[in-house]
T-cell receptor, first 119, second 114 residues
Framework: AQTVTQSQPEMSVQEAETVTLSCTYDTSESDYYLFWYKQPPSRQMILVIRQEAYKQQNATENRFSVNFQKAAKSFSLKISDSQLGDAAMYFCAYRSARWGVGSQGNLIFGKGTKLSVKP | SAVISQKPSRDICQRGTSLTIQCQVDSQVTMMFWYRQQPGQSLTLIATANQGSEATYESGFVIDKFPISRPNLTFSTLTVSNMSPEDSSIYLC???????????FGPGTRLTVT
């Protein structure tokens, strides 16, 4: 079974600074997808960024980028120029690419990292 | 993308009663998922609901406690039966699209059991 581990329960960053959230995962599969979701106090899950395991290039979305190390099974999120609105819970998630074959297609989540942004 | 609504958004219920949560999607989707998020915790999959078939439950979740209906491709319900305070959680409906990146979440239902 796949597992996702986020070892940082809480992180803090100064506004305009850069912060990196860690995520490691365990899987025996070679093809899969990784995601970072943001959950503000509103509870709405918001997709921040995604990465396909078969792509070597790290995904980037504006101020958000990932460092994907497939061999090390590591998938960290870097937030640049942090803003007050970035304060939220961040969840790392895994999704198998084996659609309908031993997988329902659901996401497997880490425990989350609570990010606070100091003005 | 898919827009998902859930009803109710929150409720306070008494021990021993049942609550049915509705999930409505603005487009037809094949897969629907129900997650539970206990206070301060991550999301845990309760079950997968595909239209026309029985829901598939994850380990630790049973149909008698969490019956699910999926009458069509845009709607599903999750019932939390015979509630206890341990059932106090946020329940989220999620849908999967045709692509691997397409998974959308409803706003969640915050349930408090007293």
């Amino acid at each position: 079974a796949q597992t996702v581990t986020q070892s940082q329960p809480e992180m803090s960053v100064q506004e305009a600074e850069t912060v990196t959230l860690s995520c490691t995962y365990d899987t025996s599969e070679s093809d899969y997808y990784l995601f970072w979701y943001k959950q503000p106090p509103s509870r709405q899950m918001i997709l921040v960024i995604r990465q396909e395991a078969y792509k070597q290039q790290n995904a980037t979305e504006n101020r958000f980028s990932v460092n994907f190390q497939k061999a090390a099974k590591s998938f960290s999120l870097k937030i640049s120029d942090s803003q007050l609105g970035d304060a939220a819970m961040y969840f790392c998630a895994y999704r198998s690419a084996r659609w309908g074959v031993g997988s329902q297609g659901n996401l497997i989540f880490g425990k989350g990292t609570k990010l606070s942004v100091k003005p | 993308s898919a827009v998902i609504s859930q009803k109710p958004s929150r409720d306070i219920c008494q021990r021993g009663t049942s609550l049915t949560i509705q999930c409505q999607v603005d487009s037809q989707v094949t897969m629907m998922f129900w997650y539970r998020q206990q206070p301060g915790q991550s999301l845990t999959l309760i079950a997968t609901a595909n239209q026309g078939s029985e829901a598939t439950y994850e380990s630790g979740f049973v149909i008698d406690k969490f019956p699910i209906s999926r009458p069509n491709l845009t709607f599903s319900t999750l019932t939390v039966s015979n509630m206890s305070p341990e059932d106090s959680s946020i329940y989220l409906c999620s849908v999967g699209g045709n692509g691997p990146y397409e998974q959308y979440f409803g706003p969640g239902t915050r349930l408090t059991v007293t």
